[in-house]
């Protein structure tokens, strides 16, 4: 697994979140100490000295919220900047980086690992997440899991 991988596996370990039934925004939340807040403009995270504040867009269906709260959460455990005020090139860098982690926050690697042979519906349906979403995971799964096999048949060969 990569820093990613380890990083959010550690986390869901630490707040004793092992199933999938678990993931959800309030139970995150809850264990954090995250107030959340649903509203109509753009999902974002706000730190005021120890009280954190995450917004989520209402218009969203849940499982973009979902994908929404990933996102942020990486702007949560990693972020002390606004990236709306800086370079734009920089500013696109983070949001690749949150958008990156949300992929991993929401369909968690040792998660998935467990199912076998699951389709793009099953990862949608297990994980409350999109289409799109799910799909761009299962390749970025799969993806490592061949390399991850090329790698060890170079090794033997």
């Not at 799109?132 to 799964?141: Q, S, V």
């Not at 799969?142 to 991850?148: N, Q, T, V």
Request: glycine letters at 4%; charged letters at 25%; hydrophobic letters at 40%.
């Amino acid at each position: 697994m990569n820093r990613t991988e380890l990083f959010v596996m550690e986390f869901y370990k630490t707040i004793n979140v092992l199933d999938t039934s678990l993931l959800s925004i309030a139970n995150i939340s809850e264990k954090l100490n995250v107030n959340v807040h649903y509203w109509n403009h753009s999902s974002a995270v706000a730190n005021f000295k120890e009280d954190c504040c995450m917004f989520i867009n209402q218009r969203k269906t849940h499982s973009e919220q979902w994908q929404d709260f990933g996102h942020e959460m990486h702007h949560y455990f990693f972020d002390e900047i606004s990236y709306d005020k800086l370079n734009e090139s920089y500013g696109i860098y983070g949001e690749t980086k949150a958008d990156y982690f949300a992929y991993h926050f929401c369909v968690p690697t040792f998660m998935l690992m467990k199912l076998k042979g699951v389709s793009v519906y099953e990862v949608m349906s297990i994980f409350n997440v999109e289409y799109e979403f799910a799909m761009r995971r299962l390749d970025m799964y799969r993806s490592k899991l061949f390399e991850r096999g090329g790698h060890i048949a170079m090794q033997k060969g």
